[in-house]
């Protein structure tokens, strides 16, 4: 008993350790104290590797996190909406465009961002959405429409308020910006509703 709680001592504190290298954007730290659990024949779980993928994303390190993402699953463990969206991100922010298309869909196979279609076709409700998860829905959507896989009526995309907007729609500027980059549909904004 006393060597279980040692081990489950040990984890806890590799992961305290891991999330400070995430805030810090210390993906080469990150990535070491992985290796080092792994050396110890401790089995990173979830948040172990979602710390790394992270701290990856914020240190610009695509290739890295996309790998992470891989060897989660090699190692039994499956990832979750935090996985997928730190990989998204960091995909997204380095321009690689397809691999984040990439990762969406296979996040969409896995069960994940079905929150961001409403309960009709043409809605996206981006709510709780990032900047980089928010650009490659719209893009993946605007692909199907034209593709001709959907039917391509009136899109109504809710970008809605977030935590840290002080007042200001979080992602308005950002889609809006996004959709004209993508030559997308006319945009109407509704004046009553500025989410």
Request: overall charge negative; some cysteine; proline content about 3%.
């Amino acid at each position: 008993e006393m060597q279980q709680r040692r081990v489950e001592l040990d984890i806890i504190s590799f992961g305290v350790a891991m999330a400070s290298c995430e805030d810090g954007g210390k993906w080469e730290k990150a990535l070491q104290l992985l290796c080092d659990m792994q050396n110890l024949k401790m089995e990173p779980g979830t948040t172990s590797f979602n710390a790394t993928i992270s701290a990856c994303e914020k240190g610009g390190q695509w290739e890295k996190a996309l790998e992470l993402l891989d060897e989660m699953q090699q190692h039994g463990v499956e990832p979750d909406i935090t996985s997928f969206n730190a990989v998204i991100n960091a995909c997204e922010t380095s321009s690689r465009h397809r691999k984040a298309d990439q990762i969406y869909r296979r996040a969409i196979k896995a069960g994940f961002y079905a929150e961001f279609f409403g309960g009709d076709s043409n809605t996206l409700d981006l709510h709780g959405a990032s900047e980089g998860v928010a650009n490659v829905v719209v893009r993946n959507r605007l692909q199907e429409f034209r593709s001709g896989c959907q039917i391509l009526n009136d899109v109504v995309i809710v970008t809605g308020r977030g935590k840290n907007s002080s007042g200001a729609p979080v992602l308005l500027t950002s889609v809006r910006s996004f959709i004209r980059k993508v030559d997308g549909p006319t945009i109407t904004e509704v004046a009553s509703n500025p989410g």
